[in-house]
């Protein structure tokens, strides 16, 4: 599931005084055999797909992370997350979190760089 920055692309826009950033997943489905050939381009049918229709709602979402086996990736190294300046300077530090879950001997991990 690739993070998408949708600020400029939300309608209605955002109002002038939001601060922040605004971010919409999207779910790509494939058998472990695919992931190295067809990876690629189920990822690009994805986000045309998205572009194509309106973002769903929170809850909705939200529920599908929560399956068992859930990836999420919001950042890569290839994205350059600590080079970004949303206007107060580069970030001082880049997170990597764990989900956890709610069954018994669930774990919550942050690693901070």
Request: with cysteine; glycine share 8%; proline share 6%.
């Amino acid at each position: 599931m690739p993070g998408t920055g949708v600020r400029q692309r939300l309608q209605p826009p955002l109002p002038p005084e939001y601060f922040g950033n605004a971010a919409q997943g999207e779910f790509v489905f494939m058998k472990a055999r695919d992931q190295v050939e067809k990876r690629d381009e189920k990822i690009k049918k994805s986000l045309e797909s998205w572009r194509k229709k309106t973002l769903r709602s929170y809850i909705a979402w939200g529920s599908l992370l929560l399956k068992k086996n859930a990836c999420l990736i919001s950042s890569s190294p290839r994205l350059n997350v600590c080079g970004n300046d949303f206007g107060w300077g580069r970030p001082a530090v880049a997170k990597i979190t764990q989900f956890a879950r709610v069954e018994a001997g669930s774990v919550n991990v942050e690693a901070c760089f």
